[in-house]
């Protein structure tokens, strides 16, 4: 019999097995795959975005609806934790000029082997392969290995299994057949990119290429930002930290309609001085460029958004629309909404009608932006349920 079992070796289980292990329990970590945090090391790629360093309150606030139930645990493992926590293994961390905080190296691999040996330190034993199948008519956990059905009693159980995206690399969402309907709010794309119905030629063109420095405008948020142009529609940072906003306007209206800024640093008086200038003989297009350095990607999103009248007016090229027909599958998303439902949860995590079993990270129901918020409410929620759960079998 295990003191505490884990279910699920990425971020929110390994934190949550590091919470439990340094608590003196004897801990087993189960994963499906035959390595841990398959996930954590494919966010890796291009930088290990751990946190964000902005001041508590606004970090508190991208949790949105959820923020109420999640700031004890926040508050308990705030960015600052992240940055001790990385560096107690070695890993330095810095702030960048986005107030994203990242690895001095920017990888997730060193810092992955790091937390592994600490855990290893502590006894915690890994167990992989072994797909969880829920329990049996005792209670114990069922698992299928690659050597036959086995069981495992716990004085404790901590479920981390992710949410469902980026199912090859563990998070599938199939646990989510082991719960009643009630204890679930359906698995929706988070930080996502969504479809466009862009003519041939502006996708033959432009799919693939990066739009820089451009304004933004949704609902009340007015921001610039960065996206990039793909077959299928638009994806990037500017997009995903307005996916929610957009997925739900489409889901209540059927598309959602994004506006851009192709000269966010100009007033629409000072664009239309410059193109009140004389065309002489120049094409639209030309004098696009030559007075306002509207070309390439900008003129095509222009062409795609604008009727011809309207192509020469400063105020329609301060607010190009771009219809959003849907999101795109949710296999492909960063992270996903849904999940258990907190009113399924005591306080603690731990599920009402099952003593004794916590849940952490995306297995809940809540989401956040990228920019580390991700990352850093899967820590906080592991380390409040490791503790938990180590309470729980206190002798």
């Known amino acids: 019999m295990e003191d505490i079992a884990i279910i699920g070796a990425g971020p929110a289980g390994l934190m949550a097995a590091q919470a439990a292990a340094e608590a003196g329990r004897r801990v087993a970590l189960y994963d499906s795959l035959p390595q841990p945090a398959r ?30 139930t999640l700031e004890p ?14 560096a107690d293994l070695g890993c330095e961390t810095f702030v960048g000029s986005s107030g994203r905080v990242f690895p001095k190296d920017f990888k997730a691999a060193p810092l992955l082997r790091a937390w592994l040996r600490h855990l290893d330190k502590f006894g915690v034993r890994f167990h992989p392969r072994h797909r969880w199948r829920g329990w049996d008519d005792h209670g114990a956990l ?92 638009i994806e990037g940072s500017a997009i995903y930290a307005l996916s929610a906003a957009l997925r739900d306007a489409i889901d209540t209206d059927g598309r959602a309609v994004l506006h851009l800024d192709l000269k966010p640093d100009w007033d629409v008086a000072k664009l239309a001085a410059a193109l009140a200038k004389p065309r002489g ?30 192509m020469p007016k400063a105020a329609a090229l301060k607010a190009v629309p771009v219809v959003l027909k849907r999101p795109r599958p949710l296999a492909e998303a960063i992270s996903t909404a849904g999940g258990l439902r907190f009113d399924a949860l005591t306080p603690t995590l731990m599920l009402k009608d099952r003593p004794g ?12 932006p990228t920019g580390g918020y991700l990352l850093n409410a899967c820590f906080a929620t592991g380390w409040a349920t490791g503790q938990a759960a180590a309470d729980w079998v206190t002798p």
């Open 281 to 310: 003989s120049r094409s639209l297009a030309n004098h696009l460029e030559r007075q306002a350095g509207i070309k390439g990607i900008l003129a095509g999103l222009a062409r795609e958004g604008l009727t011809a009248e309207d």
């Open 39 to 68: 996930k954590f090391l494919r966010a890796g790629i291009g930088g290990l975005n751990l946190t964000h360093s902005e001041p508590f309150e606004a970090f508190l606030g991208r949790f949105g609806d959820a923020a109420l």
């Open 73 to 86: 645990m926040l508050r308990a493992f705030p960015p600052d934790k992240v940055r001790q926590w990385a």
């Open 142 to 233: 069922r698992f299928a290995t690659p050597d036959g059905d086995q069981t495992v009693t716990a004085g404790a159980t901590i479920l981390a299994l992710g949410g469902a995206s980026w199912p090859k690399l563990g998070s599938d969402g199939a646990w989510s057949g082991l719960f009643p309907p009630t204890a679930l709010s359906a698995f929706r794309p988070a930080n996502c990119g969504f479809e466009v119905e862009w003519s041939d030629h502006f996708r033959d063109r432009f799919a693939g290429s990066p739009v820089k420095a451009v304004g933004l405008a949704f609902g009340e948020r007015r921001f610039k930002g960065e996206f990039v142009v793909t077959r299928h529609g």
């Open 357 to 368: 079993t916590f849940v952490a990270g995306e297995m809940l129901d809540w989401e956040a």
